[in-house]
Nanobody, 117 residues
Framework: QVQLVESGGGLVQAGGSLTLSCAAS????????MAWYRQAPGNQREQVAL?????????ADSVKGRFTISKNNTENTVTMYLQMKNLKLEDTGVYYC?????????WGQGTQVTVSS
């Protein structure tokens, strides 16, 4: 099992910045990739950014150039970050951390990001 805990969400004005964190514990050695998803009210959950075990990254077109995904590994934990800059109203939503291991993906509880005008 892998446990994921997100933090760092909040209220920010458009054009501002915010950094989300996701702390992974448990069988972190089984994780081969991690990702951030978000879900706005009435919308489907969408992948925002992904980072592989080796550090390769992939971004949704809507966040390229504004968001940066990164991670820091220790022996027993992995912490993933999402640095968000130049936030837009449409970035509002619940952001979820996901870890891909041997079976079904693991999900965090989500953290709310609200961008105001």
């Amino acid at each position: 099992q892998v446990q994921l805990v997100e933090s760092g969400g909040g209220l920010v004005q458009a054009g501002g910045s915010l950094t989300l964190s996701c702390a992974a514990s448990g069988r972190v050695f089984s994780i081969h990739a991690m990702a951030w998803y978000r879900q706005a009210p009435g919308n489907q959950r969408e992948q925002v950014a992904l980072i592989s075990r080796g550090g390769s990254t992939n971004y949704a077109d809507s966040v390229k150039g504004r968001f940066t995904i990164s991670k820091n590994n220790t022996e027993n934990t992995v912490t993933m970050y999402l640095q968000m800059k130049n936030l837009k109203l449409e970035d509002t939503g619940v952001y979820y951390c996901t870890a891909y291991g041997l079976g079904s993906p693991y999900w965090g509880q989500g953290t709310q990001v609200t961008v105001s005008s």
